[in-house]
């Protein structure tokens, strides 16, 4: 055998598969190629390729060399360092990385086309096949089967020259981005930060700089201008812009498109397959410049990426937690140090993690304080519940429903923000007390009116509302507990029949295109109410908005997660920070039982500083992010006997090492999903040591049997 070549595959195994190279196939790393797996043919990657001599297991052979370009080496490198990072197999980012690519064909794409040379014989079966060439054919045996004749006239007619074969290249056309066409008149503090950021671009290299800009002091405005920058200073240069929610790449789409005259490539979940691969083989040409798109966009091979913004950059959202679990900003900056670019984070309330850079100047810091214009942040105010306490059955207070009407009545918006689908959270017996909960997971059923049913929000399972208490058969029984945004809805309808009123959750908004059409619909003043969700509580300039009202400030706050705190507090600054973002003045009226609480008084008091200083303190002392490292280990199984066996091996197996120190296991937050008990195993590290090695390490000591299932999670979101 004369080479031996490992290829990647997608799949989560631990390690690539050899494969003999065919006699002149003339294999290099990174070529996509045809490999049969079982009965299949499944894209994979050339990781290396090894002198075969000596080799005498029989080896399949690669089937074929892809016609698609290779993948960069970068991105190979990439991926290879996302597995490791992540503790997984390598498999499972490159599946992200070709989640466009086209099934793999063993032979690339031909047609057969006529040429318009005349046939020296016409034959009424040479006639046949050029007529049925003309729909064009993938092959000399599909076109004799098209014309109902033996394959040899075909290749009679292709020897004569009056059939000719077409190699099909992808037809991956973008419009080029024009990048001098000018932006915004930049305001004075943007201009200084836009100097600061096109300066890293043209230098080249790794940076990272933290864009910290209160919301509308115009973020995108800047970063854009280190785009145009990229754009300019290197023809092949390719930019890609992260967004934490579908809605808002929507909206960074259209100011892209304005900027710099093009269509960017658009890449998140909701893409159809079609437009995927064109975006895929774009970014894989260098054709596709621009890409705006969510988490999983980090992984597309881009042949020159110059600049990698994170925008929203503190959004809980970045984080994938499943199957392969990863942190988009911390992914995005290991990205930018392997493709040698800039990165640029952006956020009104950045995470404590990129503070910590920021202060310790391994980030370059701009701050943006002031909005842009004459647009000024929004006044906060506290209403206690435990004073003025909305009525029996409703969830709006007598003081924000008061300021409502004065808003409506002046022709203004508001935005009610409840992050909380549905409507209502939970779904009681009143005879005999029973909560409905999902049959095999450790959770309340969430009423959702619109669709009449009871849903789990961490599984999808949902079944019809019952007409009977399904434990004691009373009828008439079940009560809804507690608001989601479709109750708020239907109590503002009725305090305000004449608003118009809609809702914005990812039930009621499943689409790109259905997020597109409200958010203009808002934005054009056709909607008086808007009640949301986080979904579309972020980014978004409605500039006739002038109220906000958080309908329960303290959701966030319950449960014990240590992150809690600066969660909620970002949530609410954005939230809030949709407020008058024009020119008239904004108001946000926050409804909490625990005003005295350091994220409300922080929030009231528009004081970040005091809040961010308290937390890292906190932190700090503890040794918790970012002050040390955390990771977290989720076993589970159906059976708890046969878990605990399993954890107890693990305790067991922990390595010893210095400055790392292992909790648990305790149930995980979530302790029953689709049937599956699950314990958790907490982490924390020193900043010194290597956590990801450690993990690896204590992960291949034990061994799960059957259905144990271990999952490691590093930089867990919760803990
Ligand atoms: P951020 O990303 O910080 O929330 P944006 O970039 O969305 O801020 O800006 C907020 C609003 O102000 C947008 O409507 C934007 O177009 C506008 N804006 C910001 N800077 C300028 C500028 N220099 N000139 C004109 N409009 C601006």
């Known amino acids: 055998m004369s080479r ?67 993948l960069p080496e970068k991105t190979l490198e990439f991926v290879q360092w996302a597995a490791r990072y992540a503790v997984d197999a390598p498999g499972q980012p490159l599946a992200i990385a070709l989640r466009g690519a086209r099934a793999p064909k063993a032979k690339p794409q031909k047609l057969i086309e006529p040429t318009g040379v005349l046939p020296g014989r016409p034959t009424e079966a040479r006639l046949k096949v050029l007529a049925a060439a003309k729909a064009g054919a993938a092959s000399a045996a599909d076109l004799a089967r098209a014309a109902g004749v033996s394959a040899g006239v075909v290749k009679g007619l292709l020897e004569e020259g009056a059939l000719a074969v077409r190699t099909l290249e992808p037809a991956v056309r973008f419009e080029a981005p024009d990048p001098l ?27 990272v700089a933290l864009i910290d800009g209160v919301t509308g002091s115009g973020k995108t405005e800047v970063y854009l201008e280190a785009a145009a920058e990229a754009l300019a200073a290197d023809p092949t240069a390719q930019v890609l812009i992260l967004l934490p929610e579908i809605a808002l790449t929507q909206a960074v789409i259209a100011r892209v498109a304005a900027r710099f005259g093009a269509q960017p490539g658009e890449w998140h979940s909701d893409v159809a397959p079609p437009a995927r691969r064109r975006v895929w083989e774009g970014v894989l040409s260098g054709a596709c410049r621009i890409v705006v798109g969510a988490r999983s966009a980090l992984f597309l091979p881009f042949r020159n990426l110059r600049l990698v913004v994170v925008d929203e950059e503190h959004d809980s959202s970045f984080k994938q937690e499943e199957g392969f679990i990863y942190h988009a900003r911390d992914l995005a900056v290991a990205r930018g140090k392997i493709e040698a670019s800039a990165v640029i984070l952006a956020s009104a309330t950045p995470s404590l993690e990129t503070l910590r850079n920021a202060e310790t100047g391994r980030y370059h810091w ?79 059923l969430v009423e959702h009116r619109y669709s009449g049913r009871l849903v789990c929000h961490l599984t999808g399972f949902s079944m019809a509302k019952p007409e009977a208490c399904p434990h004691c058969g009373a009828r008439d029984s079940l009560v809804s507990i507690g608001p989601g945004v479709e109750r708020v809805e239907e109590e503002a309808r009725s305090l305000f029949p004449e608003a118009r009123v809609a809702v914005f959750s990812s039930d009621t908004v499943f689409d790109a295109r259905e997020a597109k059409r409200l958010i203009e619909a808002m934005a054009a003043g056709e909607i008086d109410i808007l009640v949301a ?27 014990g997660d240590l992150r809690a705190a600066e969660r909620t507090y970002q949530l609410l600054a954005q939230a809030t920070g ?136 590093i930089d867990p979101y919760s803990f």
């Not at 909305?390 to 009407?405: C, D, H, N, Q, T």
């Not at 024009?582 to 009226?589: E, T, V, W, Y």
């Not at 937390?615 to 878990?643: N, T, W, Y």
């Open 4 to 70: 031996i070549a490992s290829v990647l595959l997608p799949l989560p195994l631990p390690e690539a598969f050899d494969y003999a190279e065919p006699e002149g196939m003339e294999l290099q790393v990174g070529d996509q190629v045809a490999a049969p797996l079982g009965p299949n043919l499944m894209r994979g990657v050339v990781t290396g390729l090894r002198d075969g001599a000596g080799h005498n297991r029989p080896l399949k052979a690669v089937q074929a060399r892809l016609e698609e370009p290779a």
């Open 181 to 207: 066409r000018a932006g915004s008149k930049l305001n004075d503090s943007q201009a200084a930060a836009a100097e600061v950021l096109r300066g890293l671009v043209r230098d080249g290299g790794f940076q």
């Open 366 to 444: 701009l701050k943006l304080s002031a909005r842009h214009g004459v647009a000024r942040l929004p006044d906060i105010d506290l209403i206690d519940l435990r004073d003025t306490p909305p009525e029996s059955g409703r969830w709006l207070s007598p003081p924000l429903v008061a300021v409502m009407g004065e808003t409506l009545s002046r022709g203004e918006q508001v935005l009610l923000f409840l992050n909380r689908r549905g409507y209502a959270p939970l779904v009681l017996c009143r005879a005999c007390g029973e909560r409905m909960t999902a049959p095999d997971t450790d959770s309340w």
């Open 533 to 559: 969700t986080q979904a579309a509580a972020k980014g978004h300039n409605f500039p006739n908005l002038t109220l906000v009202g958080v309908v329960d400030a303290d959701l966030g706050l319950r449960g």
């Open 578 to 713: 949709r407020a008058g973002r024009k020119d008239r003045p904004g108001r946000a009226l926050l409804q909490t039982y625990a005003p005295d609480h350091p994220v409300m008084q922080a929030l009231a008091a528009q004081d970040r500083e005091a809040f961010v200083a308290a937390e890292m303190g906190e932190r700090e002392l503890a040794g918790l992010p970012p002050f040390g490292r955390l990771a977290a280990v989720v076993a589970s199984d159906v059976d708890a006997a046969r878990l605990d066996a399993f954890c107890r091996e693990m305790a067991e197996a922990a390595p010893n090492t210095p400055g790392v120190e292992v909790y648990g296991p305790a149930d995980a937050p979530l302790s029953l999903i689709r049937g599956r008990r699950r314990k958790r195993f907490l982490v924390r590290a020193d900043r010194t040591v290597d956590l990801s090695a450690y993990m690896a390490a204590w992960r291949a000591r034990v061994r799960p049997k059957g259905q144990t299932r271990v999952a490691i999670d």
